[in-house]
Structures are given as structure tokens and as C-alpha cells.
């Protein structure tokens, strides 16, 4: 039972246009939400987290935006650059930033077209 | 460097034959944690440890042994590997939590 969904295999998008990853939950208990980005042949790497908190959390062009009504979870980057192209993956825990059990979804392969 | 160190990159074992994969950081972390990769899975935890001679299960620990003797090593142990186990494997170390993980850089598993 996957209980971060990332329903988007893949996104393509042009060079200099919004990326907009989706990302839904469904356990209520996840109170804090990050976003990792994963180039082939490396790890992942954390890219912006957000607590539940807050409805939205920015740093530099990477937006992440959270409904928790909705349990929904989103990503942009704007400009989108070629360098961007990568597997995004949401990642959800409870009880807080500290707390090291993450659940992740499936992946969003990302295509940046210069 | 701050790193995760996993050996080896690539690994092709036929089925039954014990391996393990080595993991190693070097930040002095307290906590790690094995995920395997599958397509339209995502990453799904195997087992974590909290910290030297702490170990636990996380979703998919069937089939699998870990064990941490020393902080910074926490190999993955298959004593019978299986086909279902072909898969990307990843070690993970954090003192701080989610967004303090630093990942391996994944070893490729497939068994015949």
C-alpha cells in the first residue's frame, strides 16, 4: 500500500517554462514533506522540504506547495533548465523534521527541452 | 568528501548464492538505511538502524539481513538471493532526519 503517490511517470516541458511535479498522500499522519532529485547512475539528493506548517516553502526557482486538505503536494521550477532533467521523488514523514522514516513515491521522470 | 560509499556498483550472482553489499559513510551519522529502487514502486525502505547494534525492519525486509557492528558500516546481507531481488539498491545515512540523508550511489543487483 503506497501511501505517497506520484501519478506522473514522466513530465516533459521546455526550457525556460514552469515544471509543475504532483505529488498525494494518504496517511494524515505526515506532517513533513521533501522533495529529492536523482540523476542516473547517482543517488538522490534532497532538493526542498516543507513542514505541515506551512502551505509553501520557496528557495530560489523551486516552489513546493502543500494542501493538506487535500493531502497534495506540489513542486515548480521556474525557469525550467536542461540541467533540471531528472527522477524527482516525493518523500513524506511523521513526526517532523527529525523523524528518519520517510515513505516515498514512485518518481517523476523529468524532461527539460532546450 | 562527505560521502556514502556502496560496493559493488554492478553485481550479476546467480540464485542461492550468499553476497553482501558493503556501506559505508564517513560523517559519523547515527542513522542508516537500505531502500531498493523498483519501477512504479519508487523507493520502499528495507532496513534501518538507529545506531551501533540497533537494527530494525522497515516494508520490504524479507530476505534480507543487515548488520551494524560499527557506525559507519551497515552491510546488506543476502543469504539466498532470489530473481524478485534484481533490483537498485540504496544506503542512506542521517544524523538530522529527512532532508539530512545522504544516499549511496546505488548498487545494481540482478539475479539469474
Known amino acids: 500500500d503506497q501511501q505517497v503517490k506520484q501519478n506522473s511517470p514522466s513530465l516533459s516541458v521546455q526550457e525556460g517554462r514552469i515544471s509543475i511535479l504532483n505529488c498525494d498522500y494518504t496517511?494524515?499522519?505526515?506532517?513533513?514533506f521533501l522533495w529529492y532529485k536523482k540523476y542516473p547512475a547517482e543517488g538522490p539528493t534532497f532538493l526542498i522540504s516543507?513542514?505541515?506548517?506551512?502551505d509553501k516553502n520557496e528557495d530560489g526557482r523551486f516552489t513546493v506547495f502543500l494542501n493538506k486538505s487535500a493531502k497534495h503536494l506540489s513542486l515548480h521550477i521556474v525557469p525550467s533548465q536542461p540541467g533540471d532533467s531528472a527522477v524527482y521523488f516525493c518523500?513524506?514523514?511523521?513526526?517532523?523534521?527529525?523523524?528518519?522514516?520517510?515513505?516515498f513515491g514512485a518518481g517523476t521522470r523529468l524532461t527539460v527541452k532546450p | 568528501e562527505a560521502q556514502v560509499t556502496q560496493n559493488p556498483r554492478y553485481l550479476i550472482t546467480v540464485t542461492g548464492k550468499k553476497l553482501t553489499v558493503t556501506c559505508s559513510q564517513n560523517?559519523?551519522?547515527?542513522?542508516m538505511s537500505w531502500y531498493r529502487q523498483d519501477p512504479g514502486l519508487g523507493l520502499r525502505q528495507i532496513y534501518y538502524?538507529?545506531?551501533?547494534?540497533?537494527?530494525d525492519k522497515g516494508d520490504v525486509p524479507e530476505g534480507y539481513k543487515v548488520s551494524r557492528k560499527e557506525k559507519r558500516n551497515f552491510p546488506l546481507i543476502l543469504e539466498s538471493p532470489s530473481p524478485n531481488q534484481t533490483s537498485l539498491y540504496f544506503c542512506?545515512?542521517?544524523?538530522?532526519?529527512?532532508?539530512?540523508?545522504?544516499f549511496g550511489s546505488g548498487t545494481r543487483l540482478t539475479v539469474v
Open positions: 542512506a545515512s542521517s544524523n538530522t532526519g529527512g532532508d539530512g540523508y545522504t
Open positions: 496517511n494524515s499522519m505526515f506532517d513533513y
Open positions: 516543507i513542514s505541515s506548517i506551512k
Open positions: 518523500a513524506a514523514s511523521a513526526g517532523g523534521s527529525n523523524n528518519n522514516d520517510m515513505r
Open positions: 560523517m559519523n551519522h547515527e542513522y
Open positions: 538502524s538507529m545506531n551501533v547494534e540497533v537494527t
